[in-house]
């Protein structure tokens, strides 16, 4: 992704900007024609068509380099070879690369991820069964980051150099050194084992989702955290928020109504590109906490060598990650009226 922010200048100055020369979002006065926001639209969707291409090229390369047959793994070690290479030949595994390859790219083409070599069932629809509960460990895990992060960004920028502040990034630092494969069986033992306060296992009520969210959230909110604050100390030594205070306003609303939204560009572009790491996480934590979502289903498709069903998940995280970072671009018309699509 590759987006250009350009001050309006008054007439006859002219000025040069060169990013990708691709896609581009310019500040401007507010515009009510939609039809650039449609071009911006289509080029980014034509944009993502090799993205995806690539992205399903390699997952097929790599799946197909992993050690193990499919079809040894699902019959056991001491399965007869002729059962093997019957059932190869009932997978089609028994085809070469290339055509097993042709294949997967036309079924793509129809949108048919193909069918699960473990269950017999489409992928689509094992996808389907889990995405509800993957997507609601995101939304749980950035509402927490979230909860954390803006109250701590803010409080730091605007008591700088205070004792708030060295907590403020003392916590943040610690949140980036703890990876989620540690803090999750250390909160699942604390919690869950020791204090038998919250389950570790399984979804069930909110309550099975505290620990997941919890574990998955602390990066996201450590890197939030100081991200705010950054984006926010910049905008309190601006001219406005001077103006806004001599004028008699409040500190508590210089900082919300003036400062706090115009800080908010770099933060919704770091939540917009962590949300795909979130479900990249979310691999790990779901595993940990054997949340039936769709991280655990890729694990266990790697286990099983179901082919079909690994490249439907990655492509799943791939698709999100395109399609946040294009959600993200049109939240920034919202947050900056000036901004235009070009």
């Known amino acids: 992704m590759c987006v250009e922010v350009r001050a309006a200048t008054p007439p006859g100055v002219s000025t040069v900007g060169d990013c990708s020369g691709v896609d581009r979002l310019a500040l401007g006065p507010p515009s009510r024609n939609n039809g650039h926001v449609w071009r911006f639209l289509a080029r980014r969707l034509v944009l993502a068509i090799p993205v995806l291409f690539g992205v399903a090229t390699l997952v097929f390369s790599l799946i197909h380099l992993i050690p193990g ?55 689509r629809r094992e996808i389907r069964q889990r995405l509800p509960a993957t997507f609601e460990l995101a939304a749980a895990a950035l509402l927490v980051a979230l909860g954390i992060s803006v109250p701590l960004g803010v409080s730091a920028a605007v008591w700088r150099g205070t004792a708030v502040d060295h907590a403020a990034m003392t916590l943040s630092l610690a949140g980036v050194c703890l990876p989620n494969f540690w803090l999750g069986p250390l909160l699942a033992v604390v919690f869950g084992v020791e204090l038998g306060w919250l389950p570790v296992s399984g979804r069930g009520g909110l309550e099975h989702l505290v620990l997941p969210a919890a574990s998955l959230g602390a990066a996201l909110a450590a890197i ?35 400062a706090f939204r115009n800080s908010l560009i770099p933060v919704v572009t770091l939540v917009g ?32 060598r179901d082919y079909p069903l690994v490249q439907g998940c990655i492509l799943l995280i791939a698709v999100t990650y395109v399609g946040m970072n294009l959600l993200t671009d049109l939240v920034y018309a919202v947050l900056d009226p000036r901004i235009r699509y070009r």
């Open 69 to 123: 047959d499919p079809a040894q793994t699902m019959l056991g070690e001491g399965a007869p070879q002729v059962e093997v290479v019957q059932l190869r030949r009932q997978l089609g595994l028994d085809r070469s690369l290339a055509a097993q390859y042709l294949s997967f790219l036309a079924g793509l083409a129809r949108a048919d991820l193909g069918t699960s070599l473990r269950t017999g069932t489409p992928v």
């Open 224 to 258: 939030l955290v100081r991200m705010t604050r950054a984006s926010l100390l910049e905008e309190l030594d601006e001219q406005y928020v001077l103006a806004a205070r001599a004028r008699g306003v409040s500190r508590t609303r210089a900082v919300v109504r003036h």
């Open 273 to 304: 590109l962590q949300f795909g790491a979130v479900l990249t996480g979310a691999v790990i934590t779901e595993t940990i906490f054997a949340w039936p979502g769709i991280g655990r289903l890729l694990v266990q498709s790697i286990g099983f």
